[in-house]
C-alpha cells in the first residue's frame, strides 16, 4: 500500500492520501480523542502522540497536530493508516457521519435563495478546499450573511478568512446578490 501526503494550506494539518475511497458518501471530522470512538481509524490516529484532529473525507484523511515536527510524526501516521486499511477494519464503526443538512437554519422563505447557495458550494466551493484537505459546508442563512462550517484543513488555517471573505463571499454575492456576508461557525 503507498499513502501519498500533500501538504496543506494550512500549516498545522497533512493531507493523507490512502490511494482507496476512505469515506465514498459523506465526511467525519474528530476534532479531539473523545470524539473518536465511533472512528476505529481515527483512534488509531488520536493515539500517535501530538494529533489534535482528524478529518475523514471522500479519498482523504487530514490530521491536524497540536505539537512535534510533521517529520518526526510522519513515520507513525503513515503506520496507522497502512495498519488499519490492511487490517480491513471499517472507517466508521457507527454510522453517523456528517449529513449536509444536519442542524441547518434559515427562513422558509428564502428556500429558493439557499438552495442556490447549497448548489454553488457543493460544485464550486467543496472540490476546491477537498483538494486542500478540508471541507466547508452549509449551516445556515440569516439576514444577508451565509454561515459556514469549515472542518478538516479548513478549520484553524491562517488563510481561511482569506478563503470566506474574498474567495466565497465574492463568489456567492455575484450569483446571489442578497447575500452581504459569509461568516464560519464552529
Same mark, same amino acid.
Given at each position: @500500500?503507498?499513502?501519498?501526503? %500533500?501538504?496543506? $494550506?494550512?500549516?498545522?494539518t497533512l493531507k493523507f492520501?490512502?490511494? =482507496?475511497?476512505?469515506?465514498?458518501?459523506?465526511?467525519?471530522?474528530? =476534532? !479531539?480523542?473523545? %470524539? +473518536? *470512538?465511533?472512528?476505529?481509524?481515527?483512534e488509531r490516529l488520536f493515539a500517535v502522540n501530538g494529533v489534535a484532529g482528524v478529518f475523514l473525507g471522500h479519498d482523504f484523511i487530514s490530521v491536524?497536530?497540536?505539537? &512535534?515536527e510533521w517529520q518526526h510524526?510522519? $513515520?507513525?501516521?503513515?503506520?496507522?493508516? @497502512? %495498519?488499519?486499511? @490492511?487490517? *480491513?477494519?471499517?472507517?466508521?464503526?457507527?454510522?453517523?457521519?456528517?449529513? +449536509? !443538512?444536519? &442542524?441547518?437554519?434559515? !427562513?422558509?422563505g428564502d428556500a429558493e435563495l439557499v438552495e442556490t447557495i447549497k %448548489?454553488?458550494?457543493?460544485?464550486? #466551493?467543496?472540490?476546491a478546499v477537498a483538494q486542500d484537505g478540508g471541507d466547508i459546508t452549509f449551516?445556515?442563512?440569516?439576514? &444577508? #450573511?451565509?454561515?459556514?462550517?469549515?472542518r478538516g484543513?479548513?478549520?484553524g488555517c491562517p488563510s481561511s478568512t482569506a478563503t470566506l471573505k474574498h474567495?466565497?463571499?465574492n463568489l456567492l454575492r455575484h450569483f446571489v446578490p442578497e447575500v452581504r456576508e459569509v461568516e464560519a461557525v464552529s
Open positions: @500500500m503507498f499513502i501519498q501526503t %500533500e501538504a496543506t $494550506p494550512n500549516p498545522s492520501l490512502p490511494g =482507496r475511497l476512505v469515506l465514498p458518501e459523506s465526511t467525519a471530522d474528530f =476534532r !479531539d480523542s473523545s %470524539e +473518536a *470512538g465511533r472512528s476505529p481509524l481515527a491536524t497536530k497540536k505539537e &512535534g510524526m510522519k $513515520p507513525a501516521i503513515l503506520g496507522a493508516i @497502512m %495498519e488499519h486499511f @490492511m487490517a *480491513g477494519v471499517p472507517v466508521l464503526a457507527t454510522l453517523k457521519p456528517h449529513t +449536509a !443538512d444536519e &442542524g441547518e437554519f434559515f !427562513d422558509e %448548489e454553488l458550494i457543493e460544485t464550486r #466551493v467543496r472540490p449551516q445556515g442563512f440569516r439576514d &444577508g #450573511v451565509v454561515y459556514l462550517n469549515m484543513s479548513c478549520a474567495g466565497i463571499q
